[in-house]
């Protein structure tokens, strides 16, 4: 047998060893693959900007005033002019009788650019019940993206009832349109669902050349405008803190993982200490012994970081429409539920996870190797080993407090303060054998020598720190990182609601053609105890210089 296979052979007696270092490599790749694959889908769905079946309008025409919307007739007398490069919009919230909250958007597809309908739609399975025809003639198609049903409990071809009673066009399946949290219906059929003929929320201008859109900013009537896409806030600025919330949990689950990967290691490589003795015995050099070692952590690296990136990526896909439904709603962006994610930085868990197992079998390995071949010299040595690993764990853990202490002082940046957290986490957890060992050292000479019991759980509990300090180490982030997921679930739950509650200030609004002026004579007609405060108005309407 060679000396790989002697080695592996301690995993078929001890299998319950070898999950437990899987475990660990799993942890540590499954959650930052996951949210490094959802991080990255969000920019390249930022980075492709808003596109409508595959064409990407440079700008829209809306009302000046958001409360209104915009006549048919002059979107027809625009078209007519020849800007043909306008398309109408349509966008509707409607609610279903299950009490979720569905975006639809209206179009026409033949007046989008030409690109645009020279897809074939039938090109796949997914898309065998999906047509332009079916699209735009009665009875329709409402439009989604496969995830987008599976989130709804819905099947191709099946009907959406809402509240109001109406039933939605039968639903199709469409793939790789950049659909993502939202719905396509035609205009008409929209337009006929919300009772809004002849309205429409905003025209899309696609690419023509800068005289044509200077023609086209002339000709809009006064209650229009144009807004470049180039004027609206950059999607990645808006939801930087969230994609940084979700990278700061796969990277604390990243840590944990680090930690039951050494204590894997360390645990495996002290119950084989009379295997690898003998085997030095018998004439194996270190070297071969470091050799075979390594190559055997190397394969439960790949293993177990293919299995990690892969339950990663089939976590980022199920929570993918979650998280496009919450940048929808806080901070109206919209990212695409694409087919396959973005692959890009799949690479890099696979990478940090090799470079930290590297660190983490450093000692363990170090340690086992130079052990004494003498059984009578191993206890001496091995508590010499602890005592000398605890104080180096110490110094790195007041380096990284006082790392922390500076940053805190110093630091005016995001990241420079997201590495002094970091140190913060880390520092503390690396000084709490040296806190446990002081603890019971105290309660020793507190504990009188008449109280045997006590004292001999005291000692047995100092021997113990020694094997057990880095598992009460990862048990520590463990809960770390559990309390804070949660505070920051929570803060940020609270304060988004507390921003809604400082501009919410009544349980229901009805939004019509009123003016202020004209609401402000009404109260004071029928109550003129009351008064009317415009908290925030589009267009500000003053009868005189003194009002």
């Not at 696609?206 to 896409?229: C, G, H, K, M």
Request: glycine share 6%; net charge positive.
């Amino acid at each position: 047998m060679t000396l790989n296979g002697i080695l592996l052979s301690h995993y078929r007696r001890h299998p319950v060893q070898a999950l437990f270092l899987l475990t660990g490599i799993i942890v540590a790749n499954v959650l930052l693959a996951g949210t490094l694959l959802i991080n990255a889908q969000a920019r390249s769905s930022y980075a492709q900007g808003e596109q409508y079946l595959n064409t990407s309008p440079v700008g829209q025409v809306r009302p000046k005033d958001s409360n209104q919307s915009i006549d048919e007739r002059d979107y027809v007398g625009l078209r007519r002019q020849g800007f043909d490069m306008l398309a109408p919009l349509l966008r509707q919230m409607v609610r279903t009788e299950n009490g979720e909250i569905l975006e639809l958007l209206g179009i026409d597809v033949f007046a989008m650019p030409r690109p645009s309908r020279s897809f074939n739609f039938n090109d796949s399975a997914g898309l065998a019940d999906a047509s332009l025809t079916g699209f735009a003639f009665p009875p329709y198609q409402l439009w989604a993206a496969p995830a987008r049903l599976e989130q709804l409990s819905a099947e191709n071809k099946s009907r959406i009832r809402l509240t109001s009673g109406e039933v939605l066009p039968p639903l199709a399946a469409v793939t790789n349109q950049q659909l993502g949290h939202r719905m396509l219906l035609d205009i008409e059929a929209l337009q006929s669902l919300s009772g809004n003929d002849s309205k429409l929320s905003a025209m899309l201008v696609f690419p023509a050349s800068a005289a044509r859109i200077t023609e086209l900013l002339q000709a809009l009537p006064d209650d229009l405008e144009y807004v470049a896409n180039t004027e609206a806030p950059d999607p990645a600025e808006l939801t930087r803190s969230f994609h940084l919330n979700l990278a700061a949990m796969g990277l604390l689950a990243f840590v944990v993982g680090l930690f039951l990967i050494y204590n894997a290691l360390a645990f495996s490589y002290t119950d084989r200490r009379n295997l690898i003795r003998r085997l030095r015995l018998a004439g194996v050099m270190k070297g071969e012994l470091a050799l075979a070692l390594i190559l055997e952590l190397a394969l439960f690296l790949v293993v177990g970081t293919l299995i990690g990136t892969w339950l990663g990526a089939q976590m980022a896909a199920l929570l993918l429409p979650g998280v496009g439904r919450t940048l929808a709603q806080l901070y109206g962006v919209y990212i695409t539920y694409p087919d396959g994610l973005v692959p890009t930085g799949a690479w890099l868990p696979f990478l940090m996870t090799v470079v930290a197992a590297g660190l983490c079998v450093l000692f363990p390995l170090r340690q086992s190797l130079n052990a004494p071949m003498l059984e009578r010299k191993r206890a001496g040595w091995q508590q010499h080993t602890v005592i000398r690993r605890d104080r180096l764990m110490a110094l790195t853990g007041f380096l990284l407090l006082t790392a922390a202490l500076v940053t805190g002082l110093m630091t005016t940046h995001l990241w420079p303060a997201l590495l002094g957290m970091a140190s913060l986490l880390l520092g503390s957890a690396l000084l709490l054998p040296l806190v446990l060992r002081l603890l019971i050292s105290v309660s020793q000479k507190l504990v009188p020598a008449r109280n045997a019991r006590f004292s001999w759980m005291l000692a047995d509990s100092r021997w113990l720190l020694g094997p057990a300090s880095v598992a009460l180490m990862a048990m520590t982030l463990a809960l770390v990182a559990n309390s804070g997921l949660n505070t920051m679930i929570s803060s940020f739950r609270q304060a988004t609601d507390d921003w809604l509650g400082q501009r919410l200030v009544a349980d229901l609004y009805l939004r019509g053609e009123n003016r202020g002026a004209d609401l402000e004579a009404w109260v004071a007609d029928t109550r003129p105890e009351l008064s009317v405060s415009q908290r925030y108005r589009t267009v500000v309407t003053r009868r005189g210089p003194d009002n």
